[in-house]
């Protein structure tokens, strides 16, 4: 198979059968994989992906749900290296931008890592496709259904590679307008993420933020509400 087919390429469907009920062993992978997933900015430089590997997660992102069944998704899959390391310039320039509106926190900020672009295996644009004018399902929120459901294919992408034991960054530091002018996309197209796809040494064991003292993650129970907003179960 070539490599544009292979990409192209979904698993094969499974069997009716084997949907309707998981064991309490799929159960638990499926709870271990979500557990396990983590955002990853280090990545070992020079590794490849398989074609039938990249061709499985792009497919899994494509299994999303949409609003509508909109599928307002594309994945642009960045080969040059002139383009990567464009890519990179835009980000590191968004990265400065960035530390500047932290204002106190700048150097602290700095000194994080908050992506892979040069040394990932694969780089990925997300984008959210010029409006088709579904509206089912849209009409009282057009532009965040769009959105909420591109973010449903990342995660699902997301949690693919987790899944084939590769790590994954969401990288948002760009300006998607100069994102959008590098690789040509046409009006209304908005690119959301740059995904950072490989092997990786080690997967952190918590939230980057979390290891580097950046910020904690709150648990379930602080965020969990009864009937009304001030109302907690
Ligand atoms: C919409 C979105 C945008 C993100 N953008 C960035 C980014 O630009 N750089 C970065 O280092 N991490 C980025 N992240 C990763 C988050 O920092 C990360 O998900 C969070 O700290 C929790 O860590 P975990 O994903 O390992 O559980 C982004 C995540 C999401 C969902």
């Not at 400065?96 to 932290?102: C, G, K, M, Y």
Request: charged content about 25%; aromatic content about 6%.
């Amino acid at each position: 198979m070539k490599r544009d087919e292979a990409i192209g390429a979904l698993v094969s469907p499974p069997e009716l059968s084997e949907l309707s009920e998981f064991s309490e062993d799929e159960r638990r992978t499926l709870y271990r994989i979500i557990e396990a997933r983590r955002d990853m900015r280090h990545f070992i430089a020079g590794a490849q992906i398989a074609d039938e590997v990249l061709g499985r997660i792009l497919g899994a992102a494509h299994k999303a749900p949409s609003v509508g069944l909109m599928q307002p998704w594309r994945f642009v899959r960045v080969a040059s290296a002139a383009r990567r390391e464009a890519i990179a310039d835009l980000v590191s320039a968004e990265r400065d931008a960035t530390a500047e509106a932290l204002g106190p926190r700048a150097g602290e900020f700095l000194k994080l890592k908050v992506e892979g672009i040069r040394e990932c295996a694969e780089l990925l644009v997300v984008v959210l496709a010029p409006d088709d004018g579904t509206v089912f399902g849209r009409r009282t929120m057009p532009e965040e259904m769009a959105l909420c459901s591109v973010a449903c294919a990342i995660q699902n992408l997301w949690l693919a590679a987790r899944a084939e034991n590769l790590g994954l960054g969401w990288v948002s530091m760009f300006d998607p307008a100069a994102l959008a002018r590098l690789l040509e996309m046409p009006t209304g197209a908005k690119p959301l993420a740059i995904l950072c796809l490989g092997p990786v040494a080690a997967f952190y064991p918590r939230p980057m933020l979390e290891e580097e003292g950046w910020r904690q993650a709150r648990p379930l129970a602080d965020l969990l509400l009864q009937d009304s907003w001030g109302q907690r179960p």
